[in-house]
């Protein structure tokens, strides 16, 4: 490409490709000038950096994601929002490895911009995590919760660390129907009160 054509954002989603093919530890600014055919300053024209480089592929994946998430969920509500949204999760985390890897780390606080970009796959999860009614303070658990099962399996799988021959599609159906009931029973919600309430019954009524 001429270096005439560059411009930040073809430098972003040149990065993002960077570490999808060779891991997020490649990404250099060489590493990107080579694949652009140009010397290393040009570069600095477009970015600042490569920690702000890094901050670009991390942006772009978190607004990659987003859009995946919102889209599975779409029309979607309860049990199946949940489904569609674990399996766009895992297929992006699939494809693009490399911007996956980026967009873990939390921007700073003083990153408006970032930090917008970057809550939009939460925003997404929250939305429906709250078809389950979960709200309030509770939401953030059960945000945080269902990103640390969906996160720590696709990061072991993608680093090989499923060695046995069992399905690993259907081990994580299974994760994920799973997370549906506890969902659907997750404390302080209307669902889980009704539960309680039903167990006390059964048990006052067991012992007369």
């Known amino acids: 490409m001429?270096?005439?054509?560059?411009?930040?954002?073809?430098?972003?989603?040149?990065?993002?490709?960077?570490?999808?093919?060779?891991?997020?530890?490649?990404?250099?600014?060489a590493a990107v000038a080579k694949r652009f055919g140009v010397a290393v300053p040009s570069l600095?024209?477009?970015v600042d950096g490569l920690a702000a480089l890094r901050r670009e592929v991390a942006l772009l994946g978190a607004a990659e994601l987003g859009d995946r998430l919102r889209t599975a969920a779409t029309g979607r509500a309860g049990p199946d929002a949940l489904?569609?949204?674990?399996?766009?999760?895992?297929?992006?985390?699939?494809?693009?490895?490399g911007r996956y890897a980026a967009l873990q780390r939390a921007p700073g606080a003083d990153d408006h911009e970032a930090r917008r970009v970057s809550a939009v796959p939460v925003e997404v999860l929250t939305a429906?995590?709250?078809?389950?009614?979960?709200?309030?303070g509770q939401a953030v658990h059960a945000v945080r919760t269902l990103r640390s099962a969906l996160h720590g399996f696709v990061d072991l799988e993608t680093r090989g660390g499923f060695?046995?021959?069992?399905?690993?599609?259907?081990?994580y159906e299974l994760l994920v129907e799973g997370f549906v009931l506890a969902v659907q029973n997750w404390p302080g919600t209307a669902s889980a009160r009704v539960g309680t309430e039903q167990d006390s019954e059964g048990e006052r009524q067991g012992r007369h």
């Open 2 to 29: 001429p270096r005439a054509g560059l411009s930040p954002r073809l430098v972003a989603e040149e990065a993002a490709r960077l570490v999808d093919d060779q891991g997020l530890d490649a990404l250099s600014l």
């Open 44 to 46: 600095y024209k477009h």
């Open 83 to 97: 489904r569609a949204v674990a399996a766009a999760y895992r297929r992006y985390a699939h494809a693009h490895p």
């Open 128 to 136: 429906v995590l709250a078809g389950f009614g979960i709200g309030g």
């Open 163 to 171: 060695g046995l021959p069992e399905s690993v599609d259907e081990t």
